[in-house]
Nanobody
Framework: QVQLVESGGGLMQAGGSLRLCCAASGFIFSNYGMAWFRQAPGKEREFVAAISSSGVMTYSADSVKGRFTISRDNAKNTVYLQMNTLKPEDTAVYYC????????????????WGQGTQVTVSS
């Protein structure tokens, strides 16, 4: 059974940092590109960052570039999102997603999704 379980969300003041984790199981993790998406209230789900199956290539949305870093540990079947210099506009539910050998920016490229973790940034 495929599972993606996110953790690490919470309430943080603007300028602070959080690290999200996504633990994967039920599929061959090292064959899958991983990504983080987010959805704010009343808005469409949007791409945040992606990483290739090997971890060599990463991509970030312009809105988070220089502040957020995606990484993965294939030995632990885990992907991370380090979020620094948080802003109130980063407030959203953050979702982890897995796509077979992809590192795309579109949600339809991903096969499996987690339940999400809430990140709230206060001003």
């Amino acid at each position: 059974q495929v599972q993606l379980v996110e953790s690490g969300g919470g309430l943080m003041q603007a300028g602070g940092s959080l690290r999200l984790c996504c633990a994967a199981s039920g599929f061959i993790f090292s064959n899958y590109g991983m990504a983080w998406f987010r959805q704010a209230p009343g808005k469409e789900r949007e791409f945040v960052a992606a990483i290739s199956s090997s971890g060599v290539m990463t991509y970030s949305a312009d809105s988070v570039k220089g502040r957020f870093t995606i990484s993965r540990d294939n030995a632990k079947n885990t992907v991370y999102l380090q979020m620094n210099t948080l802003k109130p506009e980063d407030t959203a539910v953050y979702y982890c997603a897995a796509g077979f050998r992809t590192q795309g920016t579109r949600s339809y490229e991903y096969d499996y999704w987690g339940q999400g973790t809430q990140v709230t940034v206060s001003s």
